[in-house]
């Protein structure tokens, strides 16, 4: 196959990009986004400052922007994110406590009834354990409501659209001697156990020389689905994007039956969030950089 979805699609998995909104209106990157990749993210869009800017007030403009592009251009949907404790809006951030768990679930409600049987994977939580070897969970006013709080995340996700796959959602997870790592592994048995529900595990993958790729990801990969979850690597780009490392990560991912797709962060090295660290897989000019070539190649079997 010639695209990185198409690619994906022979094994029955996905090849992702993270889109934003603001920058569908330029050809270079619609083009690319419509032809390479049959899942999107929407970067920025459907987050809680995005989607609840006043408590109770809902505004789907720029979700809807990303989600009807997809829809159009055929493409499934992974939502992100319901519940982190970054980019609330200020009324979420001065809540604690009681009124702030309310108010997380009131969100949860509210997104997951808008997109309710049209979101293929939802995070539902992201980014709630603390980095370093500590193990423990992130410090944050979630997290003070209570440790439970995740668990309702995913039960309140649960109730609100059955139809979605409902994932937990981390960085510096995918080395598995790392700490953050077992944490979450611990905390996905301990749900599976008491039957809390949870489908799959999005591995970020941001891989820099600071938290770099190790092959023991497939390890990490396995391990986690054999809990009896899905894992997909959610938000992938890699510093200086070099092709070995591409197709290391995709070849992890065919490796796993439960692995369901790869997403890519960005379409063009502008386009990042890191853009000074070229980790993605288009040139600023729209071409195919050799770390593309690479994921292709794997996608088709070698
Ligand atoms: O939209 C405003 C714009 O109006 C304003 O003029 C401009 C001035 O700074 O800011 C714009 O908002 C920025 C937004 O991106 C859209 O570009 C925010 O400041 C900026 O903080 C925000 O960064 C996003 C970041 O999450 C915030 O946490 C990145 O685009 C996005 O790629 C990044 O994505 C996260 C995942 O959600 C979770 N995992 C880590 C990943 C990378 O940080």
Redesign the pocket.
Known sequence: ESTLGAAAAQSGRYFGV?I?A?RLSDSTYATIAAREFNSVTA??EM?IDATEPQRGQFNFTAADRVYNWAVQNGKEVRG??LA?H??QPGWMQSLSGSALRQAMIDHINGVMAHYKGKIAQWDVV??AFADGSSGARRDSNLERTGSDWIEVAFRTARAADPSAKLCY?D?NVEDWTWAKTQAMYRMVRDFKQRGVPIDCVGF?S?FNSGSPYNSNFRTTLQNFAALGVDVAVT?LDIQGAPSSTYANVVNDCLAVSRCLGVTV??VRDSD???SGDTPLLFNNDGSKKPAYTAVLNALNGG
């Open positions: 993270a934003a603001n970067e920025n987050k992100h994110t982190w970054s980019q992201n980014e959602n960085y970020q941001h938000e962060w960005g990042s969030w890191r």
